[in-house]
Every structure is written in structure tokens, then in C-alpha cells.
T-cell receptor, first 112, second 115 residues
Framework: KQEVTQIPAALSVPEGENLVLNCSFTDSAIYNLQWFRQDPGKGLTSLLLIQSSQREQTSGRLNASLDKSSGRSTLYIAASQPGDSATYLCAVTQTGANNLFFGTGTRLTVIP | DTGVSQDPRHKITKRGQNVTFRCDPISEHNRLYWYRQTLGQGPEFLTYFQNEAQLEKSRLLSDRFSAERPKGSFSTLEIQRTEQGDSAMYLC?????????????FGPGTRLLVL
């Protein structure tokens, strides 16, 4: 059974810092990996999707990398802002499946 | 395109009552998913529809849970004889049949509290 782990569980940084969030998964037979953002009490917003054949994806200040063979992904956030404060979730889609397997998330606080 | 909507946003019920939630996907999205999220955890998959056909069901979906998607548009999730352990956020997501089909778009969720 696929297990997705995110470290750290919580992170506080001062505004302007660059930061890295980590995600690991146990079964490398994945179709894709996605990073989501969740604000308190709200639904999820898709940030980036990386196909299993890709190494990275970029959107604005966000860069996600994927090392499928080692079962790892990172989300890099450049020049963090208070508005980036949220929980960040990574999720994988297994090859041949349709649903997402989620990690437990990293709660990020950016201090002004 | 107004996004995925869910109704109600909050529901408080007593143990043993039945509850029903509704999800309206993004128009023309033929795939629809239900997930459950408890406090401090990531969402867990419950069930998946392609058009009106329910193609996958998680073992989390006990016989007290039933989901439908008549006519392949909106979907309902019903929980019968609710238990305190059913308290959670129920999230709906949809995806399109086109090139963006891998991206799931989530609704705001329905938060259920069973007393």
C-alpha cells in the first residue's frame, strides 16, 4: 500500500526566506505527483503537477522536483510571503489508478 | 466555470441520524471523486465516478455510506446511522476528460460534526 510522508509537519520562517518542503512515497510506480495548498477550513488548491517522466515543474515562485526512483519530491518556495501561510499537501496517483494518495501535510507559517 | 461547489458547507447531526451531501462538479468534468479528511490528516479517497458509473470504492466506504451520480452531473454522498467517527471534512473533486484530466479540482468541503 502506498504511503506518503511529509517532513516537517510544521515550519515557521521569517518573510523573505526561501524554503523547501519534503515529500516521500514508498511505491515508485506512480503516474504523477501533485502539490496542493489548503487554507484553514477550506478545500484544496492545486499548485503543481509533475508527470512521472518529468523531473521538475515551475510556477512563479514555486518549483517542484521529482526523483521517482528514490521516492522523493520537494517543493521549493522562493522569497516567502505571509500570504504563503497554509498547509501544503503532496499527493501521488498510482499507475493504473484514479485516486490520489495524500501525505499528512506541512503547515507553513511565514512571519511578517 | 464557477468551480466545484458543495452543499451544505457545515452539518451538525446527532448520532444515528442520516445525512446527505451534494457536490456539483465543474461543468463538463466527467470524473468526480469523494474524499474524507480528519483533523491533522491528509484526505483519504472514498469513491470515484466516471460519468454516472461508480468505478472505484475504497474499503473506507462502509455499507452505511452510499454515493450516486445520476445523469453524470451532480453527486450525492449519504451516510446512514451516523457515528461520532464519521465527523470529518468531506471533499469532492472533479477532473476533465481533456488534456488536463490529471488535475483534480476540489470543492470547499462539507464539515460534518456528529454529536
Amino acid at each position: 500500500k502506498q504511503e506518503v510522508t511529509q517532513i516537517p509537519a510544521a515550519l515557521s520562517v521569517p518573510e523573505g526566506e526561501n524554503l523547501v518542503l519534503n515529500c516521500s512515497f514508498t511505491d515508485s510506480a506512480i503516474y504523477n505527483l501533485q502539490w496542493f495548498r489548503q487554507d484553514p477550513g477550506k478545500g484544496l488548491t492545486s499548485l503543481l503537477l509533475i508527470q512521472s517522466s518529468q523531473r521538475e515543474q515551475t510556477s512563479g515562485r514555486l518549483n517542484a522536483s521529482l526523483d521517482k526512483s528514490s521516492g522523493r519530491s520537494t517543493l521549493y518556495i522562493a522569497a516567502s510571503q505571509p500570504g504563503d501561510s497554509a498547509t501544503y499537501l503532496c499527493a501521488v496517483t498510482q499507475t493504473g489508478a484514479n485516486n490520489l494518495f495524500f501525505g499528512t501535510g506541512t503547515r507553513l507559517t511565514v512571519i511578517p | 466555470d464557477t468551480g466545484v461547489s458543495q452543499d451544505p458547507r457545515h452539518k451538525i447531526t446527532k448520532r444515528g441520524q442520516n445525512v446527505t451531501f451534494r457536490c456539483d462538479p465543474i461543468s463538463e468534468h466527467n470524473r468526480l471523486y469523494w474524499y474524507r479528511q480528519t483533523l491533522g490528516q491528509g484526505p483519504e479517497f472514498l469513491t470515484y465516478f466516471q460519468n454516472e458509473a461508480q468505478l472505484e470504492k475504497s474499503r473506507l466506504l462502509s455499507d452505511r455510506f452510499s454515493a450516486e451520480r445520476p445523469k453524470g452531473s451532480f453527486s450525492t454522498l449519504e451516510i446512514q446511522r451516523t457515528e461520532q467517527g464519521d465527523s470529518a471534512m468531506y471533499l469532492c473533486a472533479s477532473s476533465s476528460p481533456g488534456t488536463d484530466r490529471q488535475t483534480q479540482y476540489f470543492g470547499p468541503g462539507t464539515r460534518l460534526l456528529v454529536l
